[in-house]
């Protein structure tokens, strides 16, 4: 099992920007895929961004897109959602996602995923 710390989230203006991020240990140093989700207030959970096992490739919802950006630090174990030009439907409660094995569905499906939640709550003001 890992463990997770995490830090961000808050109220922000419309048209600002906030950084979560997410700290996670386990037992190895083996990495895979990490993602972000979701969930606004009477919706369902949602995928935001993340990347593949290496690194090598990024995902993000299009609603998102050019705007977030999502980035890790292997030495610290740590990874990161950086929001930019915040729109209030960005207002939700964000989970940090991280998979427990090789993932050969999609990435964007909430099901593979161990999610520890819930996680900081971003709020946008107009």
């Known amino acids: 099992q890992v463990q997770r710390g995490e830090s961000g989230g808050g109220v922000v203006q419309a048209g600002g920007s906030l950084r979560l991020s997410c700290a996670a240990a386990g037992r190895n140093k083996r990495t895979y895929a990490r993602a972000w989700f979701r969930q606004a207030p009477g919706k369902e959970r949602e995928y935001v961004g993340g990347?593949?096992?290496?690194?090598?490739?990024?995902y993000y919802a299009d609603s998102v897109k050019g705007r977030f950006t999502v980035s890790r630090d292997n030495a610290k174990n740590t990874f990161y959602l950086q929001m930019t030009s915040l729109k209030p439907a960005a207002t939700a409660v964000y989970f940090c996602?991280?998979?427990?094995?090789?993932?050969?569905?999609?990435?964007?499906?909430?099901?593979?995923?161990?999610?520890w939640g819930p996680g900081p709550p971003v709020t946008v003001s107009s």
């Open positions: 996602a991280v998979a427990p094995r090789i993932i050969t569905s999609s990435l964007r499906l909430p099901a593979p995923y161990d999610s």
């Open positions: 990347f593949s096992r290496t690194g090598g490739y990024t």
